[in-house]
């Protein structure tokens, strides 16, 4: 699935339709929720049930389309689901429990309750909440897919406007790149960006640091409005706005730096973070957020699919203790930013740890050729799929041992 997002572009009126949209979309998803809570181990059928009876009932929940009805019972059984799976799985800490929502942003169709123009500009929503037609603003074309590969159609509110976006059922297509004989390690950090295997440093923008003084400008403005005046309403999406352009900026940021470093390399290597439990550490919980670490693996996975590059998660424990040239275990505190090794060897202590992550992908990755050709064939599983974690995989076998 690819997602395509334009600007909506309409009347006062009709922005007004959109957020009586979502809010009918949010009072179902809590009305489920309410009535999975009443009565425990209801399935998503009964919630679908549930749903007919909220439409038969209320007449503003009669007017919103069927289907977008449906999305909004499959959120609410989404966060149920979840909740389960974690109990099951025994997870750590929260479990998640499903929690109603305040404040939603969002409403989804099917593939009925919205028409595209014969031009593909500009979109209609036929139910009953009067939104009508909107014209759509970007640089996407709509031609190049069928009507039936658009799967849903999504309205969505942010601070600076509304958008719709088109959830088509299309696989991303491979570019041919002449392979560049490189493979890479990257050690993410906090004062660079990012450190990798040659010494190469890419600096760290920090644009949440570089806006915390206009956002805190805006955030003074809104805590001086009275509550639930207009003018306070207008301070908040001032607000809403500087978080808005700190927010695209990191995502910009990291798909541009993903792109360069997968097209220079015909292997990249990095570590499997678990950002969540790096944030618990309240002292670096706001430069873990603003560096952007899940935004830049994310990109670095889809441009590894798209351009067919290798692109391997590592374990990273131990990567910036042990010494890239002799393997001992130097022990260092965070404040120690140079390894010095009892051999000799002094490096930059990311850049160490670059090393090592380099080579615990290629001490896996060796028989890719081996594996497409003859699946039966011994070695090691080539870490071809996005984002392998090393540690996962299942080890070669011995032909000559095995009684078979």
């Known amino acids: 699935m690819i997602v395509l997002e334009f600007k909506a572009k ?3 009126t009709q922005y007004a339709a959109i957020d009586e949209a979502i809010r009918t979309a949010q009072f179902v998803r809590n009305k489920c929720v309410r009535y999975w809570m009443d009565n425990r181990g209801v399935g998503q059928k009964e919630l679908y049930r549930h749903n007919t009876a909220l439409r ?3 007449p503003f929940v009669n007017a919103l389309n069927s289907h977008a009805c449906q999305v909004a019972v499959e959120w609410a059984y989404s966060a149920i689901a979840r909740f389960y799976d974690n109990c099951r799985k025994s997870v750590p800490g929260k479990k998640g429990y499903p929690r109603f929502k305040k404040n939603c942003r969002s409403v989804e169709y099917k593939v009925s309750g919205w028409k595209l123009s014969p031009d593909r500009r ?14 759509l603003k970007g640089t996407w074309d709509l031609h190049f897919y069928q009507l039936d590969q658009i799967k849903r159609v999504r309205l969505v509110r942010r601070a600076d406007g509304y958008y719709v976006q088109f959830l088509i059922r299309a696989e991303v297509e491979k570019v041919d790149v002449q392979p560049t004989g490189r493979n890479v390690g990257l050690d993410v950090g906090i004062k660079e960006f990012y ?5 190469h440093t890419e600096p760290n923008p920090k644009f949440y640091r570089t806006g915390e003084k206009r956002l805190k400008f805006r955030q003074r403005r809104v805590s001086r409005k009275k509550k639930g005046s207009t003018n306070r309403r207008k301070a908040i999406n001032r607000l809403g706005r500087v978080h808005l352009k700190i927010s695209r900026q990191r995502e910009e940021h990291a798909k541009r730096v993903a792109r360069c470093v997968i097209q220079s390399n015909d292997l990249v290597a990095y570590e ?27 990109w670095l996975e889809y441009f590894g699919v798209k351009l067919g590059k290798i692109t391997v998660a590592v374990i990273g424990a131990y990567t910036s203790q042990e010494c890239s040239s002799c393997g001992t275990l ?18 930059d202590r990311d850049w160490n740890a670059a090393i090592n992550i380099l080579k615990l992908a290629l001490s896996t990755v060796g028989h890719t050729g081996t594996w497409v050709i003859d699946p039966n064939a011994s070695g090691d599983f080539a870490s071809t799929l996005v984002g392998v974690i090393l540690s996962e995989q ?4 011995n032909e000559e041992s095995s009684p078979f």
């Open 10 to 12: 309409g009347k006062t």
């Open 56 to 58: 038969a009932e209320f």
């Open 122 to 135: 500009s979109i209609n929503f036929i139910d009953k909440k009067g939104i009508g037609r909107l014209k």
């Open 195 to 199: 450190t990798d295997s040659n010494g």
């Open 272 to 298: 499997d973070l678990r950002i969540k439990n790096l944030v618990k550490n309240h002292c670096l919980a706001k430069s873990i957020n603003d560096a952007g670490w899940y935004q830049f693996r994310k």
């Open 330 to 347: 130097v022990k260092k505190s965070l404040s120690m930013r140079t390894h010095a090794c009892k051999c000799g060897f002094v490096l």
């Open 394 to 397: 299942a080890e070669s076998l």
